[in-house]
């Protein structure tokens, strides 16, 4: 008697076990994978400002803009990311980028004569660069729909004069 309800209940899982790994299945695929962010981002090769992600699928990009401008000031940061993901998982993301950086600053300066104090002269004084870099980055998903990116990787500085390592950040809303 002991035998025979013993294989009953081992039939009856066994047949149980397709169906609950189906809706394991089903559950998997219900979940949502949100292709668009936007937040906050600074690095030295992603540039610094609002930024706007779009990943697809395992390849993607992000946009980042700030611009300033005033009566002496006109600074601009944009930069442009490519992102190719490796590994995805509930909680973290694995990916490489290639960033894309260009800065502009343009200002009036103010410059004194110490011979005479009340006489001053203004000059605009402009410098921009190009930072590009490489490496790769993980996002930690913080929420559901938010995500915290770090990156870091070598990046060529100053219209590729220099080369160092570099540093970047991220928070994206998701969706």
Known sequence: MKRVSFLTIALILLLCKPVLIAQDSIKNA???????GIGGGAGFATGYGLSF???????????????FKNKET?????GLTL????IESKITNLFLYQANHY??????????????????EMERN??????????FGIE??????????LMAGYAF???????????????????
């Open 157 to 175: 500085y100053d219209n590729f004069s220099q080369i160092n390592v570099t540093g970047e950040a991220a928070l994206y809303y998701k969706f």
């Open 140 to 149: 930690i998903i913080m929420a559901k729909r938010v995500g915290l990116n």
């Open 83 to 86: 992102i190719y993901t490796l």
């Open 30 to 36: 219900a979940e949502v994978h949100y292709k668009y």
């Open 126 to 135: 402009t410098e921009s660069y190009f930072n590009n870099g490489l490496g």
């Open 53 to 67: 992600r779009y990943i697809p699928k395992k390849f993607g990009g992000q946009v980042n803009f700030a611009p």
């Open 74 to 78: 006109e600074r601009y940061s944009v």
């Open 103 to 120: 800065y502009y600053n343009s200002q009036m300066i103010y410059v004194y004569d110490p011979n005479f104090p009340d006489k001053q």
